[in-house]
C-alpha cells in the first residue's frame, strides 16, 4: 500500500469523502505540521502548534494512482482559501499536500500547476515535505460514518 497525507479543512469531511473512493484501503485523521509532540484536538485548535489537520490515505497504487489522489483532493476543498475552509478559519484548517518520496513532490507540484491554469484566484496550498503525523482522538476517527 502506498501512502498521502493531505490537509483540506476539517478532517472530518475529508475522511469521509477519500475514504469511498475505490482503491483507497484506509484513513486515519489526524495533525501534523506542527511544532508539539503528541498534540490534542484542544491543542491544535488553540491556533498556537501549527499543525493542520489531515488526513492519511492509504491505497492500493494498481487501482488508484496518487496523481488521482491529487485530483480528488482538488475536487474537495477550495483551495484558493487560505488558512480556513468555508466557515472554519485558522491554519488548521489550511490547504496542503506533505509528500513522501520525490515523486510525490514532482507529482504534487506539477498537479497543483496545472490546477493554477484553470484557476482565475491563486492556489493558496503549501507543498510540504511529510512530517510526524499524530493519530487524533478516537472519536475524531471515520467521525460522520459513525454519525449516519
Known sequence: ?????IGAGCFWGIEEYFRKIKGVTDTKVGYSGGNLINPTYEDVCAGT???AEVVKIYFDENIIPYGE???NF???H???QLNQQGPDIGRQYRSVIFYYSEEQKKTALE?????QLL???LIET????AQKFFLAEDYHQLFIKKRT
Open 1 to 5: 500500500m502506498t501512502k498521502a497525507l
Open 49 to 51: 502548534t501549527e499543525h
Open 69 to 71: 489522489i491529487l485530483e
Open 74 to 76: 482538488w475536487k474537495c
Open 78 to 80: 477550495d483551495p484558493t
Open 111 to 115: 498537479s497543483k500547476k496545472q490546477k
Open 119 to 121: 484557476m482565475s484566484s
Open 126 to 129: 503549501d507543498i510540504m515535505t
